[in-house]
């Protein structure tokens, strides 16, 4: 298809600094399932302009699958699906807690 990728990272960066972001934390979050030790990272930016918020999560070794989804291929074409974390859910949570001023809602 062509175009450049980016890694997590990069994209992170890039937000960061679009949404002028000046205070991060990152989150440790244990991998529910001991047998597999994959592991959660939440990043977490704050005090960012116009009161936006940006939250992401890096699952360790994950491939592109939406987290607490379903397989379409194999783990081993695709990399690891997590269980560990309901990305719907966090979704949902995320847009209950914003509030729609800064979303750009009237």
């Given at each position: ?86 990305a719907t859910k966090v979704v949902i949570q995320f ?12």
């Amino acid at each position: 298809f062509g175009g450049e990728s980016l890694s997590f990272l990069e994209s992170l960066s890039i937000w960061k600094k679009r949404l002028k972001c000046d205070k991060e934390e990152i989150e440790y979050i244990d991998g529910l399932k001991k047998k597999t030790q994959k592991d959660i990272l939440k990043y977490s930016f704050t005090n960012c302009s116009t009161n936006s918020m940006l939250n992401a999560y890096l699952i360790e070794s994950g491939g592109h699958f939406w987290p607490h989804g379903f397989y379409y291929l194999n783990e081993k074409n695709s990399g690891y699906l997590t269980n560990d974390l309901d990305a719907t859910k966090v979704v949902i949570q995320f847009f209950k807690q914003t509030p729609k001023s800064i979303m750009g809602v009237n």
